[in-house]
């Protein structure tokens, strides 16, 4: 069976830096998992002995701490500091900005208004920056009962949809006399899903690649099944059954953000075996 | 027959003020015209001796000079300081506002898109406070060929339509990653025009009054239109025809932001005279 993979798939440059980090810093622990990817926060620990610890209060004297990719609240990294001299930021930069933003903004006195999911920890990260309590929606209808200020600041969880985002900035516009509106979104996670969406329509049947908790993977998949009616969603290899692929000419292959090549290319080999 | 007016109609705030401020300064000149609407430049004429002069060089040491409600641009105003010391500011508020918008946001390296028409005066004394060369667009289509910087700031001129403003936001917002957007649009013209569909909408006839060569006479006027087909756009009472109105029970009445109301009452005063 021919074999073909997205055009774009896979790490985004966040992910692809923390893992180059942590494969730097052997023996550390990370605040929390590094990326939302089992199998290689698995693969980390056996190979180079960096294990997830939640708590903060359990870290040794100077030991080695890796920070997650998501990021960690103010509070969380100033008791850190009090803990260790050993800290590796893995934060994304595209998630840092957000927490720039935020602080700097809620300084000037604007009313900080983050479209993003509250219980999400890049979200609790960068809320924690706000001086004052920030306004934290996941859809335009939440905003309906908020009382807007004057001059407010619109920020976005990085892989939040483009698309609910600008119907926040107009919904808010006509509302305010200045609103600045920060684009924190990032592009990888969208470069993905048009990738798979093209692949989706040109192929018999589609392979996602990703932890069946990771809230992008589960996006690939359901784009993937509007265009090709036989599409599988597996974490790794050995998840693939013979007889999905029977008859099939074509099977298209794309990958969550978080899910490292090495997990992919044994997902490709095992699909090129079939006949 | 019976007279309804608009609930919102004529004078704006600005141009309320800006008439206040030239009877208060008889034998003055005012650069352009102070408002667009010719009857109340020449009421101005004839009662205070307050004439419209666009020439700076003309200007006399020291005469009283009012600034017009769409302003001036920088240099014009600092010509007319050499000239005089006795200068009556009557430009708009709201039209200030985005001038000084306009300084500050170039100053701090934003690149500013202006969502306005190039030849209006108002635009024109915007863009002066520019430091840069402003981008000013009155479509989205216009856009398409500009190169968009990383942070832009995005003003209106006041009585632009919010929905394609937003629209333009839209555009901008996915492009660069902070757009400032400066709601500089004045609320007055929307409440005339939401006044004038809600009129439109119960009665049999519409006169719509103001200047024929203004623009939001005339927008009144199409929207008017649209809900009644009887719908007429007068200057002043003497164009009222009887016939008009033969057979018609109620007849609205609105006018645009620049009608004083001596005219607007001579009309309604003619109107309940018909049968």
């Avoid at 998630?95 to 219980?119: A, H, L, N, W």
Wanted: hydrophobic share 35%; with cysteine.
């Amino acid at each position: 069976m021919e074999v073909k993979l997205a055009k774009n798939y896979g790490f985004c440059f966040g992910v692809r830096r923390a893992i180059k980090l942590a494969e730097s810093k052997p023996n550390s622990i990370t605040l929390g998992p590094l990326i939302h990817n089992a199998k290689e926060i698995e693969r980390l620990k056996e190979n180079f002995n960096v294990v997830v610890n939640e708590n903060i209060q359990e870290v040794k004297p100077n030991q080695e701490v890796i920070i997650r990719t998501h990021g960690i609240t103010k509070n969380d990294l100033e008791e850190l500091k009090k803990k260790t001299n050993n800290i590796t930021d893995a934060t994304c930069p595209f998630v840092t900005k957000p927490q720039e933003i935020c602080e700097r903004m809620s300084k000037e006195g604007y009313q900080i208004i983050i479209f993003g999911d509250v219980k999400h920890p890049e979200v609790k990260g960068v809320m924690s920056y706000c001086q004052n309590e920030p306004v934290v929606i996941d859809k335009l209808e939440a905003l309906k009962d908020i009382k807007i200020s004057d001059k407010v600041a619109l920020i976005s969880q990085t892989t939040k949809n483009v698309e609910i985002f600008l119907k926040i900035a107009d919904f808010l516009i006509p509302q305010c006399s200045e609103c600045r509106v920060f684009n924190t979104i990032c592009n990888a996670t969208f470069d993905n899903q048009d990738s798979a969406r093209s692949l989706a329509k040109e192929v018999d049947v589609m392979v996602i690649v990703g932890g069946k908790n990771s809230a992008n993977t589960k996006q690939l998949y359901n784009i993937s099944k509007e265009f090709c009616q036989d599409c599988y969603l597996i974490e790794e290899a050995q998840e693939l059954q013979e007889t999905w692929f029977i008859g099939k000419q074509i099977c298209g292959v794309s990958a969550g953000a978080s899910t490292p090549n090495w997990i992919i290319d044994k997902v490709v080999e095992r699909l090129k075996s079939f006949k």
